[in-house]
């Protein structure tokens, strides 16, 4: 699975919150820095080549679907940034967001509870 550029994975959110969409459904989500409709026409056929959207015609028109599951997409997406930024390392991790004062105390009694009780 490729990794996809910041507005590819921008577009991907959109289909996967949307499940299906025309061109100018999708244009219409998009809240900053809107692209041109053919050039947002253009990133979604990059993203049916690279396979991971596929597409219904009505005439002369597609209605775009994900075909690469969020969680999918999102498992591989996390096992890379952990491997290439923590030295694949959970722990360094959630020592992070710690440090970065991204998680509470009280969140990561709830993250140990759920470890606990999978023992």
């Not at 100018?24 to 041109?36: G, R, S």
């Not at 923590?86 to 509870?113: Q, T, W």
Request: aromatic share 12%.
């Amino acid at each position: 699975m490729q990794k996809l550029t910041n507005k590819e994975e921008e577009i991907m959110q959109i289909l996967w919150k949307l499940k299906k969409a025309f061109v100018k459904e999708v244009l219409a989500e998009i809240t900053e820095d809107q692209p041109h409709y053919n050039t947002l026409s253009t990133i979604i056929r990059n993203l049916e080549e690279k396979g991971f959207v596929g597409h219904n015609a009505f005439g002369n028109t597609h209605q775009y679907f994900p075909i690469v599951k969020m969680e999918d997409y999102r498992k591989r997406f996390m096992n890379t940034a952990i491997e290439n930024y923590f030295n694949s390392s959970y722990k360094n991790l959630v020592s992070f967001f710690a440090e970065e004062e991204k998680i509470s105390a009280e969140e990561l009694r709830e993250i140990l509870a759920i470890i606990e009780k999978k023992e």
